[in-house]
C-alpha cells in the first residue's frame, strides 16, 4: 500500500485549521499528522516527528509565517505551502516566502457555494501533493466524489489548422505551476526589451497575480502586467494570466491579443495552460513558440502537441531545474516537445526560434 502524504496543518485559526483537516482528509493519498496554532507548537511537533508536508499560515501572533519559514528551510527544509488570505499585503507577504523556499501558495479556504467549496479542494490537496515531490534546498536565510477532469474542449473548439492570414509577428507562451514563479523570474529577467510579446499562465490563486506581475515589471527589462481583457500582445510585454481566470490568445488580422474569460476548471486549473496553447495553435500557429515549465500535473500536455500540430515550436524546461516535473514530463511524453533544456538556457533558444 502507498504510504501517504503526512501534513502539519500551522494556523492561529481553529475554524481554518478544522476546515483544512476535514479538506485534506477526503483526499485518500493524504493524512494529516497534527494541527498547530503557531508557530512554536509546530516546532514541538516536528521534534516528534517530520512531516512531508506543512500547511503554514501567513500571519499568526507569537512568530509570523514568514520566520517560521525561514526556520524551517535553513535547518530542516521541509515542503511548505503557504496560506494566505486575499489581501494585498497577504499576497505580497506570501509571494515572498516563494523567495525563502516555500514551493506553492493556496488561498485559505472559507465558506461559499458547493462549487467553490469543491473547487477550493482540488486546488488545496493537488497543492500538497505537488508540494511532497518537491525539490527542496536548504536556505540561508472523508473522500467525497472527485469532479471529472475537464480539457479544453469546455472552453474553446480544437484548432482546425487552416491556413491564417500570414503575419510575421511571433508570439511566446508559456505554462508554469509549482516552481513557476522563480522560473518565470528567471527567464523573463533574460529577454531584451524588444522581446516578441509573451503570454503566460502561472497556476496562482485570485488575489495573486497582480502583485506578483508587479514584482516582475520592477526587475525586467520588457513590461510585465496582470493580463486585462482585450490587451494587445505587443513586443516587450508580457501578460500573466488573472488568478482564477482563463486566458485566451486570440487574433484580428495581424493583431494578437488576449481574452479572459470565467468557466470550469480545465486540467483541474483555473487559469489552464491547456486553454492558453490551444488558443496559440487556433490564432497563432507556426507563429507561436511554446514553453512549458516547473510543474505538477499534465495540465499543457495536450495543448502543446496540439501546438506542435499546428506549426510552432515548442521547448521544455529540463528535470535537473525543475522543482517538480510533472507538466514538462507529460508534454515530452506526449510528443508535443521539440526541445528539452534547462531553465537558463530557455530565454536563449526561444530568441532563437523566433528568429
Given at each position: 500500500m502507498k504510504?501517504?502524504?503526512?501534513?502539519l496543518?500551522?494556523?492561529?485559526?481553529?475554524v481554518?485549521?478544522?476546515?483544512?483537516?476535514?479538506?485534506l482528509?477526503?483526499?485518500?493519498q493524504i493524512?494529516?499528522?497534527?494541527?498547530?496554532?503557531?508557530?512554536?507548537i509546530?516546532a514541538d511537533?516536528?521534534r516528534?516527528?517530520?512531516?512531508d508536508?506543512?500547511t503554514l499560515d501567513?500571519?499568526?501572533p507569537r512568530m509570523d509565517?514568514?520566520t517560521f519559514?525561514q526556520?524551517?528551510?535553513?535547518?530542516?527544509?521541509?515542503p511548505?505551502?503557504?496560506?494566505?488570505s486575499?489581501?494585498?499585503?497577504g499576497?505580497?507577504?506570501a509571494?515572498?516566502a516563494?523567495e525563502?523556499?516555500a514551493?506553492e501558495?493556496?488561498q485559505?479556504?472559507r465558506m461559499?457555494?458547493k462549487?467553490f467549496?469543491?473547487?477550493?479542494?482540488?486546488?488545496?490537496c493537488?497543492?500538497v501533493?505537488?508540494?511532497?515531490?518537491?525539490?527542496?534546498?536548504?536556505?540561508?536565510?472523508?473522500r467525497?466524489?472527485?469532479s471529472?477532469k475537464?480539457?479544453a474542449?469546455?472552453?474553446?473548439?480544437r484548432?482546425s489548422?487552416?491556413?491564417?492570414?500570414?503575419?510575421?509577428?511571433?508570439?511566446?507562451?508559456?505554462?508554469?505551476?509549482?516552481?513557476g514563479?522563480?522560473?518565470?523570474?528567471v527567464f523573463?529577467e533574460a529577454?531584451?526589451?524588444?522581446s516578441?510579446g509573451?503570454?503566460?499562465?502561472?497556476h496562482m490563486?485570485?488575489?495573486f497575480?497582480k502583485t506578483f506581475s508587479?514584482?516582475l515589471?520592477?526587475i525586467?527589462?520588457i513590461?510585465?502586467k496582470?493580463?486585462?481583457?482585450?490587451d494587445t500582445?505587443?513586443?516587450?510585454?508580457?501578460?500573466?494570466?488573472?488568478?482564477?481566470?482563463?486566458l485566451l490568445?486570440k487574433?484580428?488580422?495581424?493583431?494578437?491579443y488576449?481574452?479572459?474569460?470565467d468557466?470550469?476548471?480545465?486540467?483541474?486549473?483555473?487559469?489552464?495552460?491547456?486553454?492558453?496553447f490551444r488558443?496559440?495553435a487556433r490564432?497563432?500557429?507556426?507563429?507561436?513558440?511554446?514553453?512549458?515549465?516547473t510543474?505538477m500535473?499534465?495540465?499543457?500536455?495536450?495543448?502543446?502537441?496540439?501546438?506542435?500540430?499546428?506549426?510552432?515550436?515548442n521547448?521544455?524546461?529540463?528535470e535537473s531545474t525543475?522543482?517538480?516535473?510533472?507538466?514538462?514530463h507529460?508534454?515530452?511524453k506526449?510528443?508535443?516537445?521539440?526541445?528539452?533544456?534547462?531553465l537558463?538556457?530557455?530565454?536563449?533558444?526561444?530568441?532563437?526560434?523566433?528568429?
Amino acid at each position: 500500500m502507498k504510504k501517504k502524504i503526512r501534513v502539519l496543518i500551522v494556523d492561529d485559526s481553529a475554524v481554518v485549521r478544522q476546515t483544512m483537516y476535514e479538506i485534506l482528509s477526503s483526499d485518500p493519498q493524504i493524512e494529516v499528522m497534527a494541527a498547530a496554532a503557531d508557530p512554536f507548537i509546530a516546532a514541538d511537533r516536528i521534534r516528534e516527528e517530520v512531516p512531508d508536508v506543512i500547511t503554514l499560515d501567513v500571519e499568526m501572533p507569537r512568530m509570523d509565517g514568514i520566520t517560521f519559514l525561514q526556520k524551517i528551510m535553513s535547518q530542516h527544509p521541509i515542503p511548505v505551502v503557504m496560506c494566505s488570505s486575499l489581501t494585498e499585503s497577504g499576497s505580497e507577504t506570501a509571494l515572498k516566502a516563494l523567495e525563502y523556499g516555500a514551493v506553492e501558495i493556496i488561498q485559505k479556504p472559507r465558506m461559499g457555494t458547493k462549487q467553490f467549496l469543491e473547487e477550493s479542494r482540488v486546488r488545496i490537496c493537488d497543492a500538497v501533493r505537488a508540494a511532497s515531490q518537491a525539490r527542496v534546498r536548504c536556505i540561508s536565510v472523508k473522500r467525497s466524489e472527485i469532479s471529472p477532469k475537464l480539457t479544453a474542449d469546455v472552453i474553446m473548439a480544437r484548432p482546425s489548422n487552416k491556413t491564417m492570414i500570414q503575419t510575421t509577428e511571433k508570439v511566446i507562451v508559456v505554462g508554469a505551476s509549482t516552481g513557476g514563479t522563480e522560473a518565470l523570474r528567471v527567464f523573463l529577467e533574460a529577454l531584451p526589451a524588444d522581446s516578441p510579446g509573451i503570454v503566460i499562465v502561472q497556476h496562482m490563486p485570485e488575489g495573486f497575480t497582480k502583485t506578483f506581475s508587479q514584482r516582475l515589471d520592477g526587475i525586467c527589462r520588457i513590461t510585465v502586467k496582470e493580463a486585462a481583457d482585450n490587451d494587445t500582445v505587443v513586443r516587450g510585454r508580457a501578460l500573466i494570466a488573472p488568478g482564477n481566470l482563463h486566458l485566451l490568445l486570440k487574433r484580428s488580422g495581424a493583431r494578437y491579443y488576449v481574452e479572459i474569460k470565467d468557466g470550469p476548471l480545465v486540467s483541474r486549473h483555473r487559469p489552464s495552460v491547456d486553454v492558453l496553447f490551444r488558443s496559440a495553435a487556433r490564432y497563432a500557429g507556426k507563429n507561436a513558440v511554446g514553453v512549458i515549465m516547473t510543474g505538477m500535473g499534465d495540465d499543457g500536455a495536450r495543448g502543446m502537441l496540439e501546438m506542435k500540430e499546428s506549426g510552432a515550436r515548442n521547448i521544455a524546461q529540463d528535470e535537473s531545474t525543475s522543482v517538480v516535473f510533472g507538466m514538462p514530463h507529460e508534454a515530452i511524453k506526449l510528443g508535443g516537445v521539440e526541445l528539452v533544456r534547462p531553465l537558463e538556457a530557455i530565454a536563449a533558444d526561444v530568441l532563437r526560434m523566433c528568429g
